[in-house]
């Protein structure tokens, strides 16, 4: 390990400096990895015949620059091993669906060049979502966090005790908050949010005028999911339609063999139950958007391309507006965009 360093006696360039651009060589020619340990400040300060002040000044500036870590009583470690001239960024994403990837992309094209982004799906997971947030929290300049989890009854959790603590150790300044704003993290923080109770009924009624044809509103809610979504899009869903007076059902899941009956307008959560109903809708010979009515939850360009009506969040304009927070270096807790998408469906 010894080797990657490179220290000239004649050179005019500080010994200490030195030392730093050594390692900083070894990490871009792929010699040093991620949490690598890296030789004592004595072992160096022998090997080279240098002041043991020369190379503890080095291995600070390291640190101070997070491309180095300590731990105590182990010794120093590599904390990262990308760019260190550009705003290194942890994008944590719950579920690796088209929507997020929306939302990721934007952010990474209005960061620009001046950004290295690097991408962590943990699967709604809490355990990995902690253990990915601690081991990398001394790595990053910026994190990006879409908080979505799930219990162990496969329900969705927005957040626990662990989960805010581990969020806690991220300095405010570090963080971003998008999609889901009840991790209850105290202080000054940078948000871009989804109301999903209140945005799922204002958008139910901007569109109660075309749903009144329909003799009855039906919701496919999972109560258990892989990738759950909040309750909050039901109690949505139960506000509009107890306030405005509309029949309604909230159904597991799209079962096989439906009992499909004209004039009944669905609203389905998950993309597999989307499938299964336009499936069943076609067998059956009826038509959406005249005697069975389609609404899914979350916009993509499949959907838009199928005429399938959508009651959707801005996911470009969501990770457009925590990237611009960031290059501006502002603060704010902001709701972002949520309508209802008319297509033929409807």
């Not at 001239?85 to 990721?104: A, E, G, Q, T």
Request: aromatic share 12%; proline share 3%.
């Amino acid at each position: 390990m010894l080797d990657i360093f490179r220290v000239d006696i004649d050179s005019r360039v500080p010994k200490y400096q030195q030392i730093v651009n050594s390692v900083i060589s070894g990490i871009s020619n792929g010699y040093l990895s991620i949490d690598e340990k890296i030789p004592s400040i004595n072992e160096v300060s022998e090997e080279f015949y240098l002041s043991r002040d020369t190379v503890e000044k080095a291995y600070n500036i390291l640190k101070e620059q997070k491309i180095i870590t300590s731990v105590k009583g182990k010794g120093f470690y590599i904390a990262k091993t990308f760019l260190l001239d550009k705003k290194n960024i942890l994008f944590l994403v719950n579920k690796p669906s088209s929507y997020k990837m929306r939302i990721f992309n934007s952010f990474v094209n209005k960061m620009g060049a001046d950004a290295h982004v690097d991408l962590s799906i943990y699967h709604c997971d809490t355990q990995l979502f902690i253990n990915t947030l601690n081991k990398f929290k001394r790595s990053y300049d910026y994190f990006v966090i879409m908080p979505h989890f799930k219990s162990h009854d496969l329900h969705h959790l927005s957040s626990n005790d662990d989960i805010v603590e581990a969020v806690e150790e991220i300095p405010k300044e570090k963080l971003i908050i998008l999609d889901n704003n009840f991790l209850k993290i105290s202080g000054n923080i940078r948000e871009v949010y989804q109301d999903f109770e209140n945005d799922i009924f204002d958008a139910l009624v901007s569109g109660r005028d075309r749903l009144k044809k329909y003799k009855k509103i039906i919701l496919v809610y999972p109560m258990k999911a892989i990738y759950p979504y909040p309750k909050r899009i039901l109690r949505g869903f139960k506000k509009f339609c107890q306030q405005y007076d509309f029949d309604h059902e909230i159904l597991d899941e799209i079962y096989p063999g439906m009992e499909l009956r004209p004039m009944d307008a669905y609203i389905t959560i998950e993309e597999n139950d989307l499938v299964s109903l336009v499936k069943q809708i076609r067998e059956a010979g009826f038509i959406m958007g005249k005697s069975i009515g389609v609404i899914s939850y979350n916009d993509t360009p499949l959907k838009e391309l199928l005429g399938i009506t959508v009651v959707s969040t801005d996911f470009k304009k969501m990770g457009e507006k925590a990237a611009r927070m960031l290059v501006e270096n502002t603060f704010e807790k902001t709701k972002n965009p949520f309508n209802i998408l008319y297509r033929s469906s409807l």
